[in-house]
């Protein structure tokens, strides 16, 4: 029988030239409301998942503070586990938090530590350094997680629309002109070449902010052959 990956939505707040982050990487792009937004997302998926620079840069917490509704497991993508033993999604215990790595650490002192802390790690193999995505959603489904959201960065989100795991594109755009040809943009990577290879996407809302200023685009991801 096929095993089933968890339903993949990715979110991210992007400026109107497109950018997540500045070349200094400030990411403060959300008004209160898509903060809000962005909380009632997490209450509603089973995992919230970032990549382990969103994490050394911004040191999120990814639980819901802004809406009622349950913390996510909060699931870091890690490759070199780099993420320190003092971030937020280590010490905080408002949520499970579950490291993804490659199993070329499985005996690294960091892993003894990080178990020690209380987190869970996973290993995978890596070609490299960079985990197959498609067995480590695989693992998260055995583990009762049956919808995440991914909220960036753009390197780790390259990553899950190169293999096409992305079910939901969610982008706030807000009203910023940030530039930078370094700064970040919701997807990097190596990028898809031509037509025929890009990710086609139906739009299914667009719904305009409550301070009227930025606007909230959630569009199904039809594939590449679509
Ligand atoms: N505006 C927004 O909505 C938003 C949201 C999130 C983040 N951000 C911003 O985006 C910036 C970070 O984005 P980013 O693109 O630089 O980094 P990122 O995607 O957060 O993290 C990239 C790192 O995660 C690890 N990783 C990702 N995919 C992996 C895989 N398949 N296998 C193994 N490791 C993997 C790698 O770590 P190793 O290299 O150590 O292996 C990689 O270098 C920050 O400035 C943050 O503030 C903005």
């Not at 509603?44 to 009622?68: E, Q, Y």
């Not at 497991?73 to 070199?80: E, H, L, P, S, Y």
Request: positive net charge.
């Amino acid at each position: 029988m096929r095993r089933r990956r968890p339903y993949v939505t990715a979110f991210v707040t992007m400026s109107a030239d497109g950018k997540i982050a500045s070349v200094v990487r400030d990411s403060r792009l959300s008004c209160p409301f898509d903060k809000k937004r962005q909380h009632a997302l997490r209450a509603s998926h089973d995992a919230v998942v970032v990549g382990a620079s969103t994490v050394l840069i911004d040191d999120p917490l990814l639980t819901v503070r802004l809406v009622k509704g349950p913390n996510p497991k909060r699931v870091i993508v890690d490759g070199r586990l780099r993420i320190p033993l003092n971030s937020r999604v280590v010490t905080n215990k408002d949520a499970e938090t579950i490291i993804l790595t490659c199993s070329d650490n499985s005996r690294s002192e960091k892993i003894t530590a990080l178990l020690e802390a209380g987190v869970k790690v996973l290993t995978f193999p890596c070609v490299n350094g960079v985990i197959d995505l498609n067995e480590a959603l695989l693992k998260l489904r055995e583990k009762g997680i049956s919808s995440i959201l991914v909220e960036g960065g753009g390197e780790l989100l390259w990553h899950f629309f190169r293999l096409s795991l992305v079910d939901e594109f969610r982008v706030t755009i807000s009203p910023y002109i940030i530039g930078g040809s370094d700064a970040i943009t919701p997807v990097e990577g190596h990028g898809f070449g031509t037509l025929s290879e890009w990710v086609k996407l139906r739009l299914t809302h667009a719904i305009r902010c409550e301070c009227g200023n930025e606007v909230h685009l959630v569009y199904r991801v039809l594939g590449r052959n679509a």
